[in-house]
């Protein structure tokens, strides 16, 4: 007579493989298909109001260049006024370029624009990519800011709020990480991609 396994016990050919991959609970079918693209993204909209600090330094350069009476000196007010221009601009860019990022990934690449503009902009080919994995908190002190970071230790990210992230483990042995909302949906998706064009079958089927 075979034995059965005691109750609640789990069966000998049940699949554990994804006990500790560092996903939240959820997912697809095993044998669900992958559709042809994903498309994620995150928004910190706190970035507009450093945007409005930029903004104003402009302000404040375009005032002083129509309203100031210039008996101080031509060259003192030239660097006043383009020392508030540039200010402005280079806090207006670096904030609106980092209000949003969109992320999409097909069966060849993983894509990443950031702002409005879609600039920077960041293509990863899957090819170089060896694994991808779910990061639930990832705040701008471990990269050191907002915005597209670089650290020679881990690679690079992209951080545009703080909260859960897709990281890429690159053939380099480098990362790319990038803050995306339902960031454990991106992770499913890549590891299926990977798998089927590794073996020919989505991960899991």
């Given at each position: 007579m075979r034995d059965h396994p005691p109750e609640g016990a789990a069966a000998p050919d049940q699949d554990d493989s994804t006990v500790g991959d560092g996903l939240p609970p959820g997912g697809g079918g095993a044998h669900a298909?992958?559709?042809?693209?994903?498309?994620?993204?995150?928004?910190?909209?706190?970035?507009?109001?450093?945007?409005?600090?930029?903004?104003?330094?402009?302000?404040?350069?375009?005032?002083?260049?129509?309203?100031?009476?210039?008996?101080?000196?031509?060259?003192?007010?030239?660097?006043?006024?383009?020392?508030?221009?540039?200010?402005?601009?280079?806090?207006?860019?670096?904030t609106i370029a980092f209000v949003h990022v969109a992320v999409r990934v097909d069966e060849d690449a993983l894509e990443v624009r950031c702002g409005h503009i879609g600039v920077p902009r960041r293509r990863i080919p899957l090819d170089d990519v060896v694994g991808a994995d779910y990061a639930p908190q990832v705040t701008?002190?471990?990269?050191?800011?907002?915005?597209?970071?670089?650290?020679?230790?881990?690679?690079?990210?992209?951080?545009?709020?703080r909260g859960e992230a897709l990281v890429l483990q690159l053939h380099d042995g480098r990362t790319f990480t990038v803050t995306v909302d339902n960031a454990e949906a991106a992770v499913r998706y890549i590891r299926g991609r990977l798998s089927v064009r590794r073996n020919g079958t989505p991960a899991g089927a």
């Open positions: 298909e992958l559709p042809e693209v994903w498309h994620g993204g995150a928004t910190n909209r706190v970035q507009w109001l450093l945007a409005g600090v930029g903004a104003a330094c402009m302000a404040l350069g375009v005032e002083l260049a129509v309203d100031s009476s210039w008996t101080s000196g031509l060259a003192p007010l030239v660097m006043s006024v383009v020392g508030c221009v540039a200010a402005g601009l280079l806090v207006l860019f670096g701008p002190r471990h990269w050191g800011g907002w915005g597209y970071r670089w650290r020679p230790e881990q690679g690079t990210a992209v951080v545009v709020r």
